[in-house]
């Protein structure tokens, strides 16, 4: 956890939304927040004193937020927390801040509602710590992997009992994995195994994030729905605020969705799909652990990793936080830790090693 004092500027245009995000992020007595009630308000506040953490809405007066942010990033580059509401507008503006160098999403305040300084407290609170613990970086994209054509994953020689049950990748992260994540699966062939992904995103936008990914992508990109079967050139992202785990019985694997508690200070926890990968599918499962805050994955990894499974973390050299990658290689859960351009090919390499 980080122990120097964060400043943090909170950019909306609604005084009760600044107030309740004031108010939770003030219990932290490390954090020192100021507000703005709009962007050329905040602009002239950063020109005197740059935050260590920017939260801004999207939707504001005479500046809206995917100006502001480019501007921000332009100008006076810092992480960038977006709060937004949860409409198809808000989800899609939301993506658009990730593209422009935003490091992480909120769900606005749910104004008059008690809860939100439970749970959603504690998301906000761990957002802005990883939002400080992140490097920025340019937002070119990545060079495109090459795609593999059908020989390089075979049908399957199993010698488990459930003949239906093949090979499985399971995948988890946080802040920076939007990009990460769409680095691999943009670079997985038409008949890769079923893909199940943990990604601590908030409710609804996960659906906007799965959507887009469907478009750019060889394989189906879908949000996880509760029995949902698994099948070859298929991936499932946990539907915000629910678990994601993975079943299987004599037809082969199938998904579960579960809304129970906060695993790890978070939910979907990587942990809980990890452990369901390493109790289900065992050693003919592949993980791998992302950029990401906090040590959430690095237990179930290591289950993995115990059962049989193949597992891998990103280095540090290509993570926009090193938490999540670095909990798991201290513990022993990774046998493998590649930078991010290395993941896709190696995962790729396995299988062909494996089942051809």
Do not use: W
């Not at 769409?182 to 943990?198: E, K």
């Not at 592949?286 to 193949?310: C, F, N, P, Y």
Request: charged content about 20%.
């Amino acid at each position: 956890m980080i122990k120097k004092q964060l400043n943090v500027l909170v950019v909306d245009d609604s005084a009760v939304v600044r107030q309740i995000i004031q108010q939770v992020l003030s219990t932290e007595p490390n954090i020192l927040v100021d507000t703005s009630s709009d962007p050329m308000f905040a602009l002239r506040k950063m020109e005197k004193k740059l935050p260590d953490v920017l939260i801004t809405d999207l939707e504001m007066p005479r500046m809206n937020g995917i100006e502001f942010i480019r501007k921000v990033m332009h100008e006076h580059p810092v992480p960038v927390i977006v709060c937004s509401g949860l409409a198809e507008k808000g989800t899609i503006m939301a993506l658009q801040a990730l593209d422009l160098g935003a490091v992480e999403i909120i769900t606005k305040p749910k104004v008059g509602v008690k809860d939100f300084l439970h749970e959603s407290a504690v998301v906000l609170i761990d957002a802005v710590y990883g939002a400080a613990q992140s490097r920025l970086r340019s937002r070119v994209a990545p060079a495109p992997l090459p795609l593999h054509s059908a020989d390089v994953i075979l049908p399957l020689r199993l010698s488990h009992t459930n003949a239906t049950a093949g090979p499985l990748i399971v995948i988890g992260a946080s802040t920076g994995g939007v990009e990460a994540l769409t680095c691999i699966l943009r670079a997985m062939p038409a008949d890769a195994p079923p893909i199940l992904v943990a990604q601590h995103m908030p409710e609804h936008f996960t659906r906007a994030f799965a959507e887009r990914l469907n478009l750019d992508c060889v394989i189906e990109v879908h949000e996880a729905e509760d029995g949902q079967r698994l099948h070859r050139g298929l991936a499932l992202i946990a539907p915000g605020n629910h678990h994601l785990l993975v079943r299987s019985d004599d037809q082969g694997y199938f998904a579960e969705v579960d809304s129970g508690p906060l695993v790890s200070r978070h939910r979907p926890s990587v942990d809980v799909l990890y452990r369901s990968a390493a109790c289900v599918a065992r050693d003919k499962a592949i993980g791998v652990i992302l950029t990401g805050m906090g040590d959430d994955g690095s237990k179930g990894l290591l289950e993995m990793r115990q059962a049989g499974a193949q597992t891998i973390a990103e280095a540090e050299s290509s993570c926009i936080v090193f938490g999540m990658p670095r909990e798991a290689i201290q513990c022993g859960a990774a046998m493998s830790i590649l930078p991010l351009q290395k993941i896709a090919p190696a995962i790729l390499s396995i299988l062909h090693a494996r089942y051809c």
